[in-house]
């Protein structure tokens, strides 16, 4: 059952399980954003010396 569900009970291995997940796309949505906003930096503010030139 999911958590806005009138029978859900907050136990200890519920607490594991949802802090865990949370944690885990809580790190994912981090490193999601990071490359994003990396790429987009680098796709609008690229120097004019080429593409091979930044490896």
Known sequence: MFW???EWVWDMGH???MG???YALGILGIGMSYVIIKS????????????????
Do not use: A, M, Q, R
């Open 15 to 17: 607490i594991v399980f």
């Open 40 to 55: 987009v930096k680098e796709t609008f503010y690229e120097d004019s010396t080429g593409h091979g030139d930044n490896h």
């Open 4 to 6: 806005f569900s009138f």
């Open 20 to 22: 865990g997940l949370w």
